[in-house]
């Protein structure tokens, strides 16, 4: 007896009762917010909006800055994400403070942005430091924004060539006195603005140099949106 025909109409009804079979169900894993930890996601969801994908190129501080992360701490960021800075637009995270985020996610965060740091970045200079050492002269600091910064930003500060006005009163509004003293320093390569020591050459500004000019700014402040 020929069992060719008869192998091949079983082969057949097999392979269609396979087709019809329905497909077995795809497990997916749901994983809570609050147990991310992957600092690339926590970066994208919570700060790449303000301080740019990478850490650079936002409307905000840019946080892969090589001299920013030179002179501020851990303990200066983390507290900075987790409570946020009082009178800006840069809100508190931590759940403790009313956020979404938990002290572990926090870590996470503090950690990755660390890890954009470069050794050397700093030429073996000492910068001025992260926070202020003394109260700034406002009177003083007129002359100092003349010698390092009016090339770029124009007399009084009102915006030249290279750089826009640097006393815009929606501007001061949104930034506080320390965001200034840290963008001084630190600079925003990213958009051309030196650091501390290419403001004017052959000068390299000194703490006091800052803390200064960090008090005429902030004395252009308009006084319904004074900052500490």
């Known amino acids: 007896m020929n069992l060719r025909p ?27 917010p609050d147990r991310i ?4 996601t926590l970066y994208s969801d919570n700060c ?30 983390r507290n900075a994400t987790a409570q946020g800075v009082a009178g800006t637009a840069m809100p508190a995270f931590a759940q403790s403070a009313g956020g979404m985020l938990t002290n572990q996610q926090i870590d996470s965060i503090v950690g990755g942005i660390r890890r954009w740091a470069k050794p050397g970045a700093l030429d073996g200079q000492t910068p001025p430091a992260y926070a202020s050492q003394a109260p700034g002269d406002a009177a003083r600091g007129a002359s100092v924004y003349e010698t390092y910064c009016a090339s770029c930003h124009g007399g009084g500060g009102r915006g030249g060539s290279h750089a826009g006005s640097i006393v815009d009163a929606a501007y001061l509004a949104l930034v506080s006195n320390q965001g200034l003293r840290t963008t001084v320093i630190a600079g925003r390569p990213e958009m051309g603005s030196p650091d501390w020591r290419s403001d004017a050459p052959g000068k390299t500004m000194t703490d006091q140099d800052v803390s200064d000019v960090v008090a005429w700014l902030a004395a252009q402040r308009p006084e319904i949106s004074a900052r500490k």
């Open 6 to 32: 008869t192998l091949a109409i079983a082969a057949m009804l097999a392979a269609t009762a396979c087709g019809n079979r329905a497909a077995a169900p795809i497990e997916s894993v749901v994983i809570r």
């Open 37 to 40: 930890l992957d600092f690339a």
């Open 48 to 77: 790449g909006g303000c301080h740019g994908p990478d850490g650079q190129r936002g409307a905000a501080l840019s946080l892969a800055n090589p001299v920013y992360l030179a002179i501020a701490s851990d303990a200066v960021i």
